[in-house]
């Protein structure tokens, strides 16, 4: 499976729009990009995922260049309540990883007033 | 919209004493993960479980550990026999499929080993 390296924390003010890269250098043909967030004490929440070019849902936008050896999670106006780890994770559960995720470190996001 | 339930939300049980936690899928759900995360480490996975039977297991889903779809509805961890090392926040998680589909994990089971 492809690692991933992301920044160990970022911090932000209210209001502003947040990106948070990924690099994932070795990501495979049938790898998929997730992103999750994970507050204190709580499971990890999907966020938003994606295979090339740009997704968006009603919380996030996702960014994949060409070559998809990054990515970057876009959020838009940060909210305190938006203040959390966020994962990216990559790979394919068409492999033999049956829905084996495999966590790093992750971002730890800190929203101030 | 559909969640991934947990009970119990937190247990306190004495070392070498037998756990049960209990986890209820998303309803259309075909496969179901158990996955833990010790204080201030990474989240790690556990197992993977379709069909009625382990598809994968980590390293550390050793002997002690088992995991049982009792009914239909219903998804356990067991540990048999806790170890004060076991302590950690146990997160249940269930997929639709598992080719690109979207994982979605329970609120999670705080273990306290004493």
């Known amino acids: 499976l492809a690692k991933t390296t992301q920044p160990i924390s970022m911090d932000s003010y209210e209001g502003q729009e947040v990106n948070i890269t990924c690099s994932h250098n070795?990501?495979?043909?049938?790898?998929?990009i997730t992103w999750y967030q994970q507050f204190p004490s709580q499971g990890p929440r999907f966020i938003i995922q994606g295979y090339k070019t740009k997704v968006t849902n009603e919380v996030a936008s996702l960014f994949i260049p060409a070559d998809r050896k990054s990515s970057t999670l876009s959020l838009p106006r940060v909210s305190l309540s938006d203040t959390a780890v966020y994962y990216c994770l990559v790979g394919d559960d068409r492999g033999s990883t049956l829905g084996r995720l495999y966590f790093g470190r992750g971002t730890q996001l800190t929203v101030w007033p | 919209e559909p969640e991934v339930t947990q009970t119990p939300s937190h247990q306190v049980t004495q070392m070498g004493q037998e756990v049960i936690l209990r986890c209820v899928p998303i309803s259309n759900h075909l496969y179901f993960y158990w996955y833990r995360q010790i204080l201030g480490q990474k989240v790690e996975f556990l197992v993977s479980f379709y069909n009625n039977e382990i598809s994968e297991k980590s390293e550390i889903f050793d002997d002690q550990f088992s995991v049982e779809r009792p009914d239909g509805s219903n998804f356990t961890l067991k540990i048999r026999s806790t170890k004060l090392e076991d302590s950690a926040m146990y997160f249940c998680?269930?997929?639709?499929?598992?080719?690109?589909?979207?994982?979605?994990f329970g609120e999670g089971s705080w273990l306290t080993v004493v």
């Open positions: 998680a269930s997929s639709e499929g598992h080719s690109g589909n979207t994982i979605y």
């Open positions: 070795n990501i495979a043909t049938n790898d998929y």
